[in-house]
């Protein structure tokens, strides 16, 4: 961020919040209904991952929330 000139990849006052919050245990089943891409194929389809992102948060507000 430095190199580019913008105001990212630190949690200091002053500093965009732009941070994902991971839950490493939670486990999810990748199924069809649960893809947000247009595609609509994925090696992953049936497969239960563990690991999972709990909250996006952009800009210090939260923009995704499981």
């Known amino acids: 961020s430095r190199i580019l ?8 006052p002053g500093v965009d919040a ?5 839950d490493p245990e939670k486990e999810r089943l ?5 893809l947000i891409s247009k ?9 239960t ?3 999972t992102v ?3 948060i952009c800009g210090g507000k939260i923009a995704y929330k499981l």
Do not use: C, Q, R
């Not at 000139?5 to 200091?12: A, F, H, R, T, V």
């Not at 990748?30 to 649960?34: E, T």
């Not at 595609?39 to 497969?47: D, E, M, Q, V």
């Open 39 to 47: 595609s609509k194929n994925s090696p992953f389809l049936g497969k």
């Open 5 to 12: 000139g913008i105001n990212k990849g630190s949690l200091k």
């Open 18 to 22: 732009d941070i994902a919050v991971v």
């Open 30 to 34: 990748i199924s069809l209904d649960g």
């Open 49 to 51: 991952l563990k690991g």
């Open 54 to 56: 709990a909250y996006t």
